[in-house]
């Protein structure tokens, strides 16, 4: 649920950055202002990013209470461990970089913010929904774990298992 939420106002987010000093009037004299265009950008997704690390600050403790005991070797306690703990916030993180950025060249795209939004969450959509299926129709001759790294809600999943840490960290270097 955390990530769809991250995943959905990363998006909705994004797709208003331009598209808002646009219907705002102000785009002229951001335009005129200054400031490079790389910087404008970096801004506007520093904001996103930033917003979400503190919007995720009273969740911190709890991922803590959640990592099993690693001094005992005791494998069957209930938790995770600390690599899948860290390669699911990279996931995380990784989810919200490319879905603000993602959403950010929509509203560049469009004109207005209503647009921009739709098409994100569209695109989005259709890449994380139908995509895999034709994916795994393509790949229909054998079991390949590797069509998944683009997708980080499978990637989330297979986190859970200690065996499939790899795959984890390939989505978050592939979203990055």
């Known amino acids: 649920i955390g990530l769809f ?66 001094w005992h070797h005791d494998y069957s306690s209930k938790g995770i461990s600390i690599p899948q703990a860290i390669i699911s916030i990279s996931i995380l993180s990784s989810t919200a970089f490319c879905y603000a950025l993602w959403g950010m060249w929509w509203s560049w795209r469009n004109r207005r913010t209503v647009s921009a939004i739709g098409w994100t969450l569209g695109s989005l959509f259709f890449i994380l929904v139908f995509a895999p299926f034709f994916l795994a129709i393509s790949n229909a ?30 989505c978050a270097l592939f979203l990055c």
């Open 141 to 170: 001759r054998g079991d390949n774990n590797a069509v998944w790294i683009f997708h980080p809600f499978v990637a989330l999943g297979f986190v859970s298992d200690d065996e499939n840490l790899a795959l984890g960290f390939a």
């Open 5 to 70: 939420v991250i995943a959905l106002c990363a998006c909705v987010m994004g797709a208003s950055t331009f598209t808002r000093e646009r219907e705002g009037q102000t785009w002229n004299a951001l335009r005129l202002s200054l400031l490079l265009p790389s910087e404008i950008v970096r801004a506007k997704l520093g904001a996103i990013l930033l917003a979400f690390a503190v919007y995720s600050l009273p969740f911190w403790p709890l991922l803590l209470l959640c990592v099993r005991p690693q």
